[in-house]
Structure formats: C-alpha cells, structure tokens
C-alpha cells in the first residue's frame, strides 16, 4: 500500500525555518517525480515545488523561491522542503504528493503537515 | 501566477446532474492534461479524474470529465449525499513548470 507520512510542521515566528519530512512508503521512491503542495486554512491548493527523480530538476512557485529547497533520500525514501525566512502567508497544510508522471496527476497525497508562522 | 477559474460553488439534489467548470489559458489547459480533484473537510485531496477524462480506478463512473480548448469541465451524474465536497481542477503550465490549480468549487448536495 503506498503511504506517504509528512512531518516536521509546527509553530515558527516570522523570519524563522523549518525542515519539513515526507517519508514514502509502498512503492518504488526513486522512481517518480515527487512534489509539495500547500493549502492554507480554509482556502484553495497551492503548488510549491517539484523534484525529478533523481533530483537533478527542481522548479519552484515564484513566492517561494530563493526561500524555499526541495530535496530527497532515494536511499531512504524521503522527500524534504527546507522553508526559510517564512513569512506569515507561508502559514498552510502542507502536503507532499506523488506524480504519476510528469504532466500528469498527483495520485497520492499524505495527510499534510501544518506550518503556522507567527509571533 | 493566476490560477484556473472555477465557480466557488454549485448544487443540487439527489439523483440530479451537476457541472463544474474551469477556464485557463493557452499556456495550461490549452496544452495539458487537465486533473480533477475531490477533497472532503479534515482530508487530502483525492484524484479522480487524470488526463483530462479518465477515471481511477475505484471512481464511480457517475464522474466524468471533458476538456475543449482552454476550458474543462467536471460532470457528476446520479448526484449522492456523499459527492459534497469541494472539487479542484488542476493542470500544468507551461510558463511554470508547475502546476496550477482552480479555486474550488464546494459542492452542496440539497
């Protein structure tokens, strides 16, 4: 059964960074491309940043860029977002997801991890 | 970077059919796959629709989805209690090389 397991989410004050985690499990990690989604509290989905297999091909939303990384373990089957310098509106349900294909859906989603940034 | 424009919300009763559409441009609809997205309150999203119109496996075929040009669309037929949710669609853009998604529409099954 394919899981994918965020965390790492939390409180943080403006400024501040966090490490989030997706740990995959159920299928073959290093096979797919992998992406992070974010979703703020009671509003619509927001795209955040995709990794290519092998890591080699990165892409970033405009808003996150130069702030954000996105990484991954293929030996052990992580993905990573590195947030820095966050700022009140990166507060949202994180979520990592996995693409079929490139251009293609996002078939499994994990549960999401929340990211509240305040003083 | 707009996102895809949905209607914030749509309705109707059981039995009945309802549509929802999303408009976007040359540079995403008009050149990819459109994706079609359930997500109930306290859950993650769900795909049900990949590649503009086929369903996954499990997706009842009440739920079918089209796309013409720069527009899509999601139809639910057969509408049940357990279809109110919100529905996303979803493409890719090319001037991104991201994804984008539409606001949402929250279904309401009267």
């Known amino acids: 059964e394919v899981q994918l397991v965020e965390s790492g989410g939390g409180l943080v004050q403006p400024g501040g960074s966090l490490r989030l985690s997706c740990a995959a499990s159920g299928f073959t990690f290093s096979y797919y491309w992998m992406t992070w989604v974010r979703q703020t509290p009671g509003k619509g989905l927001e795209w955040v940043a995709n990794?290519?297999?092998?890591?080699?091909?990165?892409y970033y939303v405009d808003s996150v860029k130069g702030r954000f990384t996105v990484s991954r373990d293929n030996a052990k089957d992580l993905l990573f977002l590195q947030m820095n310098s966050l700022r009140a509106e990166d507060t949202a349900v994180y979520y990592c997801?996995?693409?079929?294909?490139?251009?293609?859906?996002?078939?499994?989603w994990g549960l999401g991890t929340l990211v509240t940034v305040s003083s | 970077q707009s996102g895809l424009t949905q209607p914030p919300s749509a309705s109707g009763t059981p039995g009945q059919r309802v549509t929802i559409s999303c408009a976007g441009g040359s540079s995403n609809i008009g050149s990819n796959y459109v994706f079609w997205y359930q997500q109930v309150p306290g859950t993650a999203p769900k795909l049900l629709i990949d590649?503009?119109?086929q369903r996954l496996s499990g997706v009842p075929d009440r739920f079918s989805g089209s796309k013409s040009g720069t527009s899509a669309s999601l139809a639910i037929s057969g509408l049940r209690s357990e279809d109110e949710a919100a529905y996303y669609c979803a493409t890719w853009d090319d001037s991104l090389t991201g994804l984008i998604f539409g606001g949402g529409t929250k279904l309401t099954v009267l």
């Open positions: 990794i290519k297999q092998d890591g080699s091909e990165k």
């Open positions: 590649k503009n119109s």
């Open positions: 997801a996995r693409i079929i294909h490139y251009y293609e859906g996002l078939d499994y």
